[in-house]
């Protein structure tokens, strides 16, 4: 059951203060919805496993910057982005794209349960994959994509459209079964 302004209020100053049942308490309610972002941008269960660890080491290290302690659920969610996109650099998976432009694809996902959607998502190149979650599901522009991945705006749409093209080409196959 998700909790409401006030409660998480009252369960980040318990976490403040090295509550280690509040600890759980805030890890557990916001453990599904950090995996869902591990498991988008990840190869396999283990490797979003990995990375919500580390998400959930740094929520804790840094509790204390939090502002508005009502908004922790969007505040942990943004870390594990971030985690994720930060693991990419360090494994050295993100590779630079040419800046060559396609038309944009639109994807029909419509029709699919959320594991395949996963399950393909997870046989995108990790580049593509980040990129896809970044705009697709998380919501930034291909301007602040490049930014935070440091290319250009047209590189980021062009590996857009490689990967909604991939995407749509594994999601048909699974279609014509």
């Known amino acids: 059951m ?15 203060k ?18 869902g972002v591990c498991m988008r941008y990840s190869r396999c269960r283990e490797d979003a496993q990995d990375l919500m660890q580390d998400g959930f080491v740094k929520v804790f290290e840094k509790l204390g910057s939090l502002k508005e302690p009502e908004k922790v659920g969007a505040w942990i969610h943004q870390i594990m982005v971030n985690v994720c996109i930060d693991a990419f650099y360090s494994r050295k998976e993100l590779r630079y794209l040419d800046d060559t432009m396609e ?12 594991d395949e959607i996963v399950a393909a998502l997870q046989t995108l190149p990790p580049h593509q994959r980040a990129v896809f979650n970044l705009i697709e599901v998380e919501g930034y522009s291909c301007e602040e994509v490049a930014q935070q991945l440091r290319q250009t705006s047209s590189a980021i749409r062009a590996t ?18």
């Open 18 to 35: 090295h509550d280690e049942r509040a600890m759980r308490a805030l890890y557990e309610e916001m453990a599904p919805m950090a995996m």
């Open 160 to 177: 857009l459209c490689r990967a909604k093209a991939a995407l749509r080409d594994r999601l048909t196959v699974k279609v014509n079964r």
């Open 103 to 114: 038309d944009p694809v639109t994807l029909p996902l419509d029709p699919f349960a959320m």
């Open 2 to 16: 998700q909790k409401m302004g006030e409660e998480y209020t009252q369960l980040v100053k318990r976490c403040r």
